[in-house]
């Protein structure tokens, strides 16, 4: 039975409780929001695409051994916009909305020009971002939507463009351990140039002032990289960190800038505009953190796309990071709802592989043209020096068919042994998750007939002893005749399972978690 992703899911705003199977840790409390495009046609309109769709976003509250579940829509201005007009008046990275044909001449060209220079969608259903002591639902664009994490209720709109000229910024930020997040946006065109702005968002404190207003108010830009060509920026949808360095993957995905301006007059989507180079090389930005500087050595790869980075961390004069890498963009087209609709049918995807990058740090003086800078025993990452002082970068594949990495955040930027993933092969949906030991290379793997889980999320048992001490939790779409959706714990350790919630309502294909554990 496949799974339907054009389908429209329904909310359920009011908490339900789950029935659960097996015991809870005593420890696991908190809540798990997960976020994901949740309605896809109103009216007698469509999305194309399942990225597109409007978001729902849901929660699973562990308390005192109970597992509390509840969803809602994000009522943004896209959301009501839709609705008030009874058909998708509001475009998406996938599908470009038309006005209803009765509306005048005025209000045509008001849309005209709002997709020359975009005016871009809040529909924010990729991620969570928690900016002081707030949380914010969140894509891509320059908006952000503030939600209540226990109702899931819609708040402020808030636009990036207030704090900091950003026309994209990342729904995957990091965070250091005293709260503050570190984010990376794209400046198009601003003053005559495109760049990317790498910046940080200092925590409030209870006691401060500031904490009554938003925590971008307190924004720092750590640095500017300008961009290899000022009308076609890269397209990027993480980065890495660590103690001591930013990593900018810079890579020839990009989306070029006047074919944008000009999509809706041609009668196509954006994401049309989004080109691959492969002719083209990928550029590793190496930026420390302190001076803001990039490091002197220029850094490149051959062609890849790079969506998820999974960690990084610096050993031995060197800066070791990991990524789900593609040789082509053909996810994104994977995830037209026309294409979703053949799932049976074989459709052409790179299979996307976990990659280990090394990049030496140390000056390369006294090092020959050719030589291999790299001296890790325990990876075969190369960083071969060329001419002028460039390094060729060649990665250690760890595995491949993987996608959604997730670690024990507490091992951010440090060296680590073990990532959470999903399970993909020639198909956009994953029928498994697995546990990657980096160091051995060995998989252990869950998996169950006719169940789709999503994302696996690492929650760390407190003052735990290891790094895979907690547990694993994952939401599980199930079409078991008779049995419902539910949310998977597993030992984190053992890989096997605790307990599992089943859910009184229907789940739905989402796309990225956030654990807020109870005392926040």
Known sequence: MAYDYAKNREERPDPVKADLKGNLPSWLQ???????????????????????????????????????????????????????????????????????????????VITFLNHTVPDFTDNCGNNFIRYGKDYYATSETNYIRKVDPVTLETQDK????????????????????????????????????????????????????????????????????????????????????????????????????????????????????????????????????????????????EAMIVYHHVNAFEEDGHVIFDVIAYEDPSLYNMFYLNVLKEQSKASAMSVPKCKRFALPVQNDKGIDVGDDMV???????????????????????????????????????????????????????????MKLDTETKERTEWREENCWPSEPVFIPRPNGEGEDDGVVLTTVINSNPGESGFILVLDAKSFKEVARAHVNAELHMDMHGYFIPMEN
């Not at 026309?167 to 503050?180: M, R």
């Not at 890579?251 to 954006?270: C, E, H, S």
């Not at 997730?406 to 956009?428: E, H, L, P, Q």
């Open 375 to 433: 001296k890790l025993q325990y990876t075969t990452a190369s960083a071969v020096k060329e001419k002028e002082g460039k390094l060729l970068c060649q990665p250690e594949v760890l595995c491949d068919g993987v996608e959604l990495p997730r670690i024990n955040y507490d091992f951010n930027g440090k060296k680590y042994r073990f990532v959470y993933m999903t399970c993909v092969a020639m198909s956009a949906v994953a029928t498994k998750i």
């Open 30 to 108: 908190g809540t798990l929001l997960r976020n994901g495009p949740g309605i896809f046609s109103v009216g007698d309109t469509t999305y194309n695409h399942w990225f597109d769709g409007m978001a729902l976003m849901h929660s699973f509250t562990f308390k005192d051994g109970e597992v509390i579940y509840r969803s809602r829509y994000l009522r943004g201005d896209t959301y009501k916009d839709n609705m008030a007009a009874k058909r998708i008046v509001v475009s998406e990275m996938g599908t470009m909305a038309y006005p209803d044909p009765g509306k005048n001449v005025i209000s045509r």
């Open 158 to 301: 808030v636009d990036y463009m207030k704090y900091l000229a950003v026309n994209l910024v990342t729904s995957h930020p990091h965070y250091d351990k005293d709260g503050t997040a570190y984010n990376i946006g794209t400046s198009i065109a601003e003053k005559g140039k495109t760049k990317y702005t790498l910046f940080k968002v200092p925590d409030t404190t209870a006691g401060d002032k500031a904490n009554a207003s938003p925590a971008l108010k307190n924004l720092e830009v750590i640095c500017t990289v300008p961009c290899r060509s000022l009308l076609s920026p890269s397209y990027y949808h993480s980065f890495g960190m660590t103690d001591n360095y930013l990593i900018f993957i810079e890579q020839p995905f990009k989306l070029d800038i006047l074919k944008m301006a000009t999509a809706y007059m041609r009668g196509v989507n954006w994401a049309s505009c989004l080109k691959f180079c492969p002719e083209e090389n990928t550029l590793i930005h190496l930026i420390d953190r302190k001076t803001g500087k990039e490091v002197g050595i220029k850094y490149y790869t």
